[in-house]
């Protein structure tokens, strides 16, 4: 099952960057994306060998916004269980079972079991403690960046976008304060595994943590040649979190509170069933992982939208009853999570290119961001935009189950930087993440002044 072979020109070109880890360490190539978007909505992507890792069979790239919708709706045509939904196909038929076990790789009904009882988990209680002290860290994150200073240099990234998605995983999970270093080490390596900085991150010092965290790093990993780590995708990638997820789950199970993961473990499914240890293993992955890469990335992705559009930062500290709208629009501009996968489970057509049964079929939603058709001048910030249907949190049945409290985080955080810092400017070149899946920056240099008086 191959692609046309006659992509020549322009868009081998083109696809040939959009597919390459190392253009983004440079910038999104957003030109490509809207030729293609404009001349080949479904384009046919060739998957060479890249750094390190092994050739693929190809896939299709799908870029228009109407078409991407139709893809995530269709869990039946389009599948998340057949191949996994991450571009790269696990590297053998039992990488692909042990993903499979994992909510984020699954379909309907599994699937649809798993969520209900995740979303009964987060009770109006638990959420509503979860906000208030979310609003209390983006507090205590940003006074300890300003504290009475007139005016300052940070890295936005490390000293105050890092740590609110670290703890409020922390309350979610139920995982002590003090390992929460071990959420970002986690994530660096599943998400930055395209990056040599953040695939060996060992951020966490076992000092400071728990006997459970120094018992379950006694089986991290360890970077081979060239500083090479085990595919993040199979348990021995990853064997430090499922161990602490593991002994996790058996303090919780003797001493349960009131985190989403204590009522998770409680909980009872339709069937009188309750979740298996394995389920709350994978479960424990996808929140420590994937609950954290959208707004990791998305909380620096939002202030550089903001640094290279300063008259925004007026607006907002003008009408603060903006901010809602203004991190709609900054997720979409920015759009941390790029892509995701599909498997064509039937022959089918989509924007009259036939794709065949087992194929791959990538989503794009950077490029569904930016689609003329749905928002007018896309590449233009606009924090007064609406409507906005971005898919920055994905469509279907997979939608962010934590969209709301990314949401939350995101408006708690730049009310106190807005309200708190002034005026703020980049202090030097942004670093970004040298991957094809995550929209990332890793250091964001700027500098703040309170002293900087608004324009009258």
């Given at each position: 099952?191959?692609?046309?072979?006659?992509?020549?020109?322009?868009?081998?070109?083109?696809?040939?960057?959009?597919?390459?880890?190392?253009?983004?360490?440079?910038?999104?190539?957003?030109?490509?994306?809207?030729?293609?978007?404009?001349?080949?909505?479904?384009?046919?992507?060739?998957?060479?060998?890249?750094?390190?890792?092994?050739?693929?069979?190809?896939?299709?790239?799908?870029?228009?916004?109407?078409?991407?919708?139709?893809?995530?709706?269709?869990?039946?045509?389009?599948?998340?269980?057949?191949?996994?939904?991450?571009?790269?196909?696990?590297?053998?038929?039992?990488?692909?079972?042990?993903?499979?076990?994992?909510?984020?790789?699954?379909?309907?009904?599994?699937?649809?079991?798993?969520?209900?009882?995740?979303?009964?988990?987060?009770?109006?209680?638990?959420?509503?403690?979860?906000?208030?002290?979310?609003?209390?860290?983006?507090?205590?994150?940003?006074?300890?960046?300003?504290?009475d200073a007139e005016s300052g240099r940070c890295d936005f990234?490390?000293?105050?976008?890092?740590?609110?998605?670290?703890?409020?995983?922390?309350?979610?999970?139920?995982?002590?304060?003090?390992?929460?270093?071990?959420?970002?080490?986690?994530?660096?390596?599943?998400?930055?595994?395209?990056?040599?900085?953040?695939?060996?991150?060992?951020?966490?010092?076992?000092?400071?943590?728990?006997?459970?965290?120094?018992?379950?790093?006694?089986?991290?990993?360890?970077?081979?040649?060239?500083?090479?780590?085990?595919?993040?995708?199979?348990?021995?990638?990853?064997?430090?979190?499922?161990?602490?997820?593991?002994?996790?789950?058996?303090?919780?199970?003797?001493?349960?509170?009131?985190?989403?993961?204590?009522?998770?473990?409680?909980?009872?499914?339709?069937?009188?069933?309750?979740?298996?240890?394995?389920?709350?293993?994978?479960?424990?992955?996808?929140?420590?992982?994937?609950?954290?890469?959208?707004?990791?990335?998305?909380?620096?992705?939002?202030?550089?939208?903001?640094?290279?559009?300063?008259?925004?930062?007026?607006?907002?500290?003008?009408?603060?009853?903006?901010?809602?709208?203004?991190?709609?629009?900054?997720?979409?501009?920015?759009?941390?999570?790029?892509?995701?996968?599909?498997?064509?489970?039937?022959?089918?057509?989509?924007?009259?290119?036939?794709?065949?049964?087992?194929?791959?079929?990538?989503?794009?939603?950077?490029?569904?961001?930016?689609?003329?058709?749905?928002?007018?001048?896309?590449?233009?910030?606009?924090?007064?935009?609406?409507?906005?249907?971005?898919?920055?949190?994905?469509?279907?049945?997979?939608?962010?189950?934590?969209?709301?409290?990314?949401?939350?985080?995101?408006?708690?955080?730049?009310?106190?930087?807005?309200?708190?810092?002034?005026?703020?400017?980049?202090?030097?070149?942004?670093?970004?993440?040298?991957?094809?899946?995550?929209?990332?920056?890793?250091?964001?240099?700027?500098?703040?002044?309170?002293?900087?008086?608004?324009?009258?």
């Open positions: 099952m191959e692609g046309p072979a006659s992509l020549i020109g322009q868009a081998r070109a083109d696809t040939d960057r959009i597919f390459d880890p190392s253009t983004y360490a440079t910038g999104v190539p957003f030109d490509a994306l809207a030729r293609l978007r404009l001349e080949r909505p479904v384009v046919w992507v060739d998957e060479p060998p890249v750094l390190g890792w092994p050739g693929g069979p190809g896939f299709w790239l799908v870029l228009r916004h109407a078409d991407v919708e139709r893809v995530l709706a269709d869990p039946r045509l389009f599948s998340s269980a057949l191949g996994g939904t991450q571009t790269r196909d696990p590297p053998s038929p039992e990488a692909l079972r042990f993903v499979r076990r994992m909510m984020l790789n699954m379909d309907p009904p599994e699937h649809s079991r798993l969520r209900r009882l995740l979303t009964r988990s987060f009770t109006p209680r638990a959420v509503a403690q979860l906000e208030e002290r979310i609003r209390g860290h983006a507090r205590a994150i940003v006074d300890r960046v300003v504290g990234v490390s000293d105050v976008a890092a740590d609110l998605p670290l703890l409020t995983l922390a309350e979610i999970l139920g995982v002590p304060v003090e390992d929460r270093m071990l959420l970002f080490d986690w994530s660096n390596r599943v998400i930055g595994y395209q990056d040599p900085e953040y695939r060996g991150s060992a951020a966490f010092d076992p000092a400071s943590g728990t006997p459970m965290a120094r018992e379950a790093l006694r089986l991290r990993p360890q970077q081979g040649p060239g500083g090479a780590m085990p595919d993040p995708r199979t348990r021995d990638g990853m064997a430090d979190l499922y161990a602490y997820a593991h002994l996790l789950a058996e303090e919780k199970r003797r001493h349960p509170g009131d985190d989403v993961m204590s009522i998770l473990l409680a909980a009872a499914d339709d069937d009188g069933g309750q979740v298996s240890v394995e389920e709350f293993e994978n479960m424990f992955w996808l929140f420590a992982v994937a609950g954290n890469e959208t707004l990791r990335n998305g909380i620096p992705g939002a202030a550089v939208g903001l640094l290279e559009n300063p008259e925004a930062q007026e607006q907002l500290r003008a009408e603060p009853g903006l901010l809602p709208g203004a991190i709609e629009e900054l997720l979409r501009w920015w759009t941390p999570v790029m892509t995701f996968r599909r498997t064509a489970t039937a022959d089918c057509q989509l924007s009259g290119i036939t794709i065949r049964a087992g194929q791959k079929v990538v989503v794009s939603f950077t490029s569904a961001n930016r689609d003329e058709a749905v928002f007018a001048d896309p590449d233009r910030l606009d924090i007064r935009r609406h409507p906005n249907p971005h898919l920055a949190f994905g469509h279907g049945p997979h939608f962010c189950l934590g969209a709301q409290l990314a949401r939350v985080q995101m408006r708690a955080l730049f009310a106190e930087v807005l309200g708190r810092m002034g005026r703020f400017h980049l202090d030097g070149p942004p670093v970004w993440l040298q991957s094809n899946f995550q929209r990332g920056v890793k250091h964001l240099p700027i500098r703040w002044s309170r002293r900087e008086a608004l324009p009258t």
